[in-house]
């Protein structure tokens, strides 16, 4: 069955530094690849889309790889700042014949330290 | 543009009672969505709805039902609350399936 492991629960990191967050996958052929951001109390929130015909995707300070041979993503927040505490969740997709969603992994809880 | 509600934000109820939580969206969006997030257990789909009519089941189906009546509402009921329902509840909605979701505030719901 399709499994999405989320490597780490929690990560601590000083101002400042590049945070790394891992995104496995095993029995997936997905298309592509969405990283969201989660804040207490709130909703998901879209960050970055990537393509499995896309090697990487940057946004501002956030930076995402996709590799599909290793059957991984990379999220990257450099130069990183205590707003950037939260929890990073990435999500594939997954189809249920032709109809296409979401599959969330548990999600990584990033504290950045001033 | 309100983007995706939902209502209420909090709930009480006892075992055996039921409800419905209700998800409204203003963008036009063909799909929608159901889950519930519980801690270490991640957000996990209950229902979705590709269109106006149309539901389908996700990976956590039992002991709820939906409705999708108008293109903008997607309600997800309980019939009998049972404990094991205690979680946070987010809709969400997407212009298609391949397509970035938006997400509601979530419903925080506690069944004793």
């Known amino acids: 069955s399709q499994k999405i492991e989320q490597n780490s629960e929690a990560l601590n990191i000083q101002e400042g530094k590049t945070a790394t967050l891992t995104c496995n996958y095993t029995?997936?052929?997905?298309?592509?690849l969405q990283w969201y951001r989660q804040d207490p109390g709130r909703g998901p929130v879209f960050l970055l889309l990537?393509?499995?015909?896309?090697k990487e995707k940057r946004k501002e300070r956030l930076k995402v790889t996709f590799d599909t041979t290793l059957k991984q993503s990379l999220f990257h927040i450099t130069a990183s700042q205590p707003a950037d505490s939260a929890t990073y969740l990435c999500?594939?997709?997954?189809?249920?014949?032709?109809?296409?969603?979401?599959?969330f992994g548990k999600g990584t809880l990033l504290t950045v330290n001033p | 543009n309100a983007g995706v509600t939902q209502t209420p934000k909090f709930r009480v109820l006892k075992t055996g009672q039921s409800m419905t939580l209700l998800c409204a969206q203003d963008m036009n969006h063909e799909y929608m969505y159901w889950y519930r997030q519980d801690p270490g257990m991640g957000l996990r789909l209950i229902h979705y709805s590709v269109g106006e009519g149309t539901t389908a089941k996700g990976e956590v189906p039992d002991g709820y039902n939906v409705s999708r009546l108008k293109k903008q509402n997607f309600l997800l009921g309980l019939e009998s609350a049972a404990p094991s329902q205690t979680s946070v509840y987010f809709c969400?909605?997407?212009?298609?399936?391949?397509?970035?979701?938006?997400f509601g505030p979530g419903t925080r719901l506690t069944v004793l």
């Open positions: 990537i393509r499995e015909n896309e």
């Open positions: 969400a909605s997407s212009y298609s399936g391949r397509n970035t979701q938006y």
């Open positions: 999500a594939l997709e997954s189809s249920g014949g032709s109809n296409y969603k979401l599959t």
């Open positions: 029995n997936y052929s997905p298309a592509y």
